[in-house]
């Protein structure tokens, strides 16, 4: 079974608000995309210089947004948040790839959320990795902080807002928040599916009963849910605040989506809390199949030696070294001995069957 790796907090005794990147390490450069748009225009050009990731205060009225992909580089998310006036706890939140997910408001009028985006590594044994996301948001403007891991996680999103498909071009940033959102919980589907086909291959073995299942295998399975479970519960209070009517960054016209990413996200932990209760029930079904075939085999041991014992019994008793024994002058008596094990040999059968014992 693989063990998760942890990293050392390296942040530990500091002073609060002190950044220091927490998770693996990471080789590429962090990339910076400047997204603006509006219902008639979109442009989504490379950062090559901070100043570039101010947003545009033209006479049209446009969605900024900064996709920062990389948060491995402390002097520029430190210059980053410098240049937006964002809080230093807030950073410190942002690069610290194992803290739980969150969502807080600042005096400042940032809405600042960190969720999990969940991979899977491996299908067979499963093995489920997760990736640290961060968003802040206002009433001009949304960046979105995820980490130099694998492809851009949000290429669905920008590939509509190309396109002009949907209601993201004729939205706000509160929506094209929502929008990021729903791409991570529906990966979270795509997920459990993962998990629930493995889930139906134990199943199957643990009915069928083959020596290929262990618990090693159930146990994997048990704490990939477990997991999967703590990362994605405190979505459900997030998106709770989010749809609350006094939230100022999220419109009154976009608390519909968030209603509805809400029912997504109890469907998910719905789901996870079965495939749990099936994990535990797959493993008592284990335990008793290991279980009742110990005890066939004890039966099985048991009949023999209570066959065995009345016959050992006799050939102990003429195996003694007597010299006056009546039955070893009898010209039969060898065949009567074997005769009468015989005897008590058949009879100790049909007195097991008859009490139904095999």
């Not at 002190?18 to 990339?31: N, S």
């Not at 459990?192 to 199957?204: I, M, S, T």
């Not at 849910?225 to 979505?235: E, F, H, S, Y």
Request: glycine share 4%; hydrophobic share 40%; proline share 4%.
């Amino acid at each position: 079974m693989r063990k998760r790796k942890r990293y050392r907090k390296h942040n530990l005794l500091t002073s609060p608000g002190t950044l220091t990147y927490i998770g693996p390490e990471v080789a590429l450069k962090t990339k910076i995309r400047k997204i603006q748009y509006n219902e008639t225009k979109f442009s989504d050009q490379p950062v090559k210089s901070l100043q570039e990731c101010l947003p545009a205060n033209g006479p049209e009225k446009q969605v900024n947004w900064l996709d920062v992909d990389g948060i491995h580089e402390i002097s520029l998310i430190e210059k980053l948040g410098k240049l937006y006036k964002l809080h230093p706890l807030l950073l410190e939140d942002v690069v610290n790839t194992e803290h739980k997910p969150k969502l807080e408001m600042y005096d400042t009028g940032h809405l600042f959320l960190t969720l999990k985006m969940l991979h899977v590594e491996t299908e067979s044994p499963i093995c489920i990795s997760s990736e640290h996301v961060s968003f802040v948001l206002t009433d001009h403007y949304l960046i979105s902080f995820q980490e130099e891991l694998t492809s851009d996680i949000f290429t669905p999103v920008l590939k509509r807002l190309e396109a002009s498909v949907g209601k993201t071009r004729r939205n706000g940033p509160d929506y094209l928040l929502f929008a990021l959102m729903d791409i991570i919980v529906d990966n979270y589907f795509i997920v459990l599916e993962k998990l629930g086909d493995n889930l139906d291959q134990a199943e199957d073995q643990v009915i069928r009963g083959t020596e290929n299942m262990s618990l090693t295998d159930l146990y994997s399975l048990k704490r990939e849910l477990t997991t999967v479970r703590r990362q994605i519960w405190p979505l459900r209070d997030m998106i709770s605040q989010l749809m609350r009517e006094d939230n100022p960054q999220i419109g009154k016209d976009v608390i519909p989506y968030y209603r509805d990413l809400y029912d997504h996200t109890m469907q998910v932990l719905d789901t996870i809390d079965s495939y749990r209760e099936l994990v535990a029930s797959l493993a008592d079904v284990h335990l008793s199949t290991i279980s009742n075939k110990m005890n066939s085999v004890m039966k099985t041991l048991t009949i023999f030696s209570a066959v065995f014992m009345p016959l050992t019994f006799i050939v102990g008793v003429y195996g003694m070294n007597f010299e006056y024994m009546p039955e070893l002058k009898m010209r039969y008596g060898y065949f009567y001995v074997w005769g009468l094990m015989a005897v008590v040999t058949v009879a100790l059968i049909f007195y097991f069957r008859s009490k139904k014992w095999f």
